[in-house]
């Protein structure tokens, strides 16, 4: 089966800039997650849809970032506008059910300069 | 949100040699996952442990979910240059939450 796509890989944007990730998950899976993995970190989960609902959105900084998952497939990550600290690779997972495996992309990096 | 701290952060052994990762939480989990990643990849799936006290092997690898389900460790045998990587651990919730840990860098010298 195809894995999870992100796009783009790279992205160099100057801050105060918007920008926006697109992930397509597993086909089947209800589960899709956005994560935030700076450098040599763990990532830290931004947010959290099941179909097309939101699970978890308590580390999303809402006031420049925002999320998506219409008809609870593929979804979209924005940042408006970007600043120098959002620099990361963002990272979309999704998975079929609780204990189970979360499949991942393979990120995007964003440089904000 | 849920932390999960791993110790130690870096670790560089020479090959041949044993370790022992740790990864501890103040939170109970409904399983726990360990993940590694690879520069420029997502994390990639080692092993799911569900129930507390669960011992899990995987050739070299052993995985051991503590009793309370709030932590885990990950003992590599005869660490070979293969094994280099991010080491993560992760603790699913009721609600299929998955918050990682801090992360353990592994550099196994030939």
């Known amino acids: 089966e195809a894995g999870v796509a992100q796009s783009p890989r790279y992205k160099i944007i100057e801050k105060r800039q918007s920008v926006a990730f697109w992930c397509n998950p597993i086909?089947?899976?209800?589960?899709l997650y956005w994560y935030q993995q700076i450098l040599g970190q763990g990532p830290k989960l931004l947010i959290q849809f099941q179909n097309n609902g939101v699970v978890d959105d308590s580390q999303l900084p809402k006031d420049r970032f925002s999320a998506e998952r219409l008809k609870g497939v593929d979804s979209t990550l924005k940042i408006q506008p970007a600043k120098l600290e959002d620099s990361a690779v963002y990272l979309c997972a999704s998975n079929r059910q609780l204990n189970t495996e979360a499949f991942f992309g393979q990120g995007t990096r964003l440089t904000v300069v | 949100t849920q932390l999960l701290e791993q110790s130690p952060q870096f670790l560089s052994i020479q090959e041949g040699e044993n370790l022992t990762v740790y990864c501890n939480s103040s939170?109970?989990?409904?399983?726990l996952q360990w993940y590694r990643q690879e520069p420029g990849e997502g994390p990639v799936l080692l092993v799911t442990v569900v129930t507390g006290g669960e011992v899990k092997k995987l050739k070299r690898l052993t995985f051991q979910f503590g009793d309370a389900r709030k932590d885990s460790s990950l003992h590599i045998t005869a660490a070979q240059p293969g094994d280099t990587g991010l080491y993560l651990c992760?603790?699913?919730?009721?609600?299929?939450?998955?918050?990682f840990g801090t992360g353990t860098r592994l550099t196994v010298i030939p």
């Open positions: 086909s089947g899976h209800a589960t």
């Open positions: 939170s109970v989990f409904s399983s």
């Open positions: 992760a603790g699913l919730t009721g609600a299929n939450n998955l918050f």
